[in-house]
């Protein structure tokens, strides 16, 4: 194994084994840390945690047993991805596992860049940008969980680390490689171990991952690794491949617990031509809704491409959260998509759209999956998988905030087995 990744998230995970396997690296999604080897074609292996909004403590300790195994298999470089909305907290958790991972490497100055061009995440003069708009007015700042309120990564950085962060300005960037490789050598960052690098376009994430080509440690969204893979073509050490996906055959539904706005209107889409069921969060912690009810909706509506969904306005799940409690809420939803996908599975659905980070980590833990094959792209960060053995699971999970309006029908459509 060459390189390592190790994401906060389950469809994070998806997103950066997606732009690996794009660039000709053999790429394994695990789940969870691995208690056994990779298999032996296995050029880039991503360790999928679900640690993005569990206490910092906890979450440096299960990416440290994950760099363990990754350096057991051999990599020669690690990547701490995160979302390239820096989903985080005062407190954590990017800072306090990127520190960590610093230190346990001996990693000295040590990229930090959450541009993602192709969905329209940018970073200048330090501050994150979603499209047109300053991370902090995009919507992000509504978050249930992680509201990011400051597009400063560097301000935000400060206040989940210890030391210092450093920062790398566009116009080093734009001058290519060497200028970057130069600018992180510089006497200003020899005490900086994070450093914020700018970056508007992929010709400028090439550029910085060109520059990182012995770096131990990078951390970013998925656009950090479009220059990587390159690195170990030049060093003769990768020859590319393309993962033949053979799709899987059987029925296929749709899961949606993100209440991004970008989930919201593919759900909004969705019902307009297909079956839907509202999932109440307040029915749901009064058990006036069971798993079973719900798969039953499901698997009775299956050739139709059906969808539950628990998604709503960030104002109605904050009036929701703070009634019943927000972690008690999250909890209980998670659980009841783990149940129902397990249902589904026992009842013969052999394809599964997921939305949301934290319902895609519930479905793939319930289902005990330990690791998927990476197929061909759907939407930008997000690929096809499937499970490995004689009855395979097609699966699509999907960050709250990627894809396009038709995601379900289209991801239905890649997922499915052809002649």
Not at 208 to 222: E, H, K, M, N, Y
Not at 224 to 245: D, Y
Not at 295 to 322: C, H, I, K, W
């Amino acid at each position: 194994m060459l390189l390592g990744c190790i994401a906060d998230d389950f469809t994070g995970a998806s997103d950066i084994a997606n732009t690996l396997a794009r660039q000709g690296m053999a790429t394994t999604q695990f789940i969870g840390v691995p208690n056994h080897d990779a298999g032996e074609r296995c050029d880039a292996g991503v360790i999928a945690l679900k640690t993005r909004s569990i206490e910092a403590d906890e979450a440096v300790n299960q990416a440290l047993q994950a760099l363990r195994w990754l350096k057991g298999q051999g990599c020669r470089q690690i990547i701490f991805k995160y979302c390239s909305t820096f989903d985080s907290t005062p407190k954590g958790n990017i800072g306090p596992v990127a520190e960590a991972l610093a230190v346990a490497l001996d990693a000295k100055q040590v990229v930090v860049c959450p541009a993602f061009s192709e969905t329209g995440r940018t970073v200048y003069q330090g501050n994150l940008f979603v499209h047109d708009r300053p991370l902090a007015e995009s919507g992000m700042e509504k978050h249930p969980i992680n509201p990011m309120t400051d597009s400063d990564i560097r301000r935000w950085l400060r206040l989940q680390t210890k030391g210092s962060v450093g920062h790398i300005p566009f116009a080093v960037v734009r001058s290519g490689s060497a200028k970057i490789r130069q600018a992180l050598r510089e006497p200003r960052l020899a005490d900086t171990r994070l450093v914020v690098v700018d970056a508007l376009s992929e010709i400028d994430l090439v550029e910085i991952g060109q520059a990182v080509s012995d770096a131990p440690l990078v951390t970013g969204a998925s656009g950090i690794a479009l220059g990587l893979p390159r690195n170990f073509i030049r060093m003769k050490l990768l020859t590319p491949s393309q993962f033949v996906f053979g799709g899987v055959s059987g029925p296929a539904v749709a899961l949606a617990g993100s209440c991004s706005s970008a989930t919201r209107e593919q759900v909004n889409l969705h019902k307009r031509k297909h079956p839907t069921l509202a999932i109440r969060p307040r029915e749901v912690m009064l058990d006036q809704v069971s798993a079973r009810t719900i798969a039953e909706f499901l698997m009775g509506n299956a050739s139709d491409l059906p969808l539950a969904y628990s998604s709503d306005t960030p104002e109605n799940v904050a009036s929701t959260q703070r009634e019943l409690g927000q972690d008690a809420v999250s909890r209980r939803l998670d659980r009841l998509f783990g149940e129902v996908a397990s249902l589904l599975v026992q009842g013969g659905i052999a394809r599964l759209i997921v939305a949301g980070g934290e319902t895609s980590g519930a479905v793939v833990s319930a289902l005990g999956i330990t690791s998927l094959q990476v197929g061909p792209e759907i939407d930008p960060g997000v690929p096809a998988l499937k499970t490995e053995g004689n009855h395979s699971i097609g699966l699509a999970l999907k960050s709250g905030n990627f894809g396009a309006p038709d995601f379900f029908e289209k991801a239905a459509r890649i997922l499915e087995a052809r002649p």
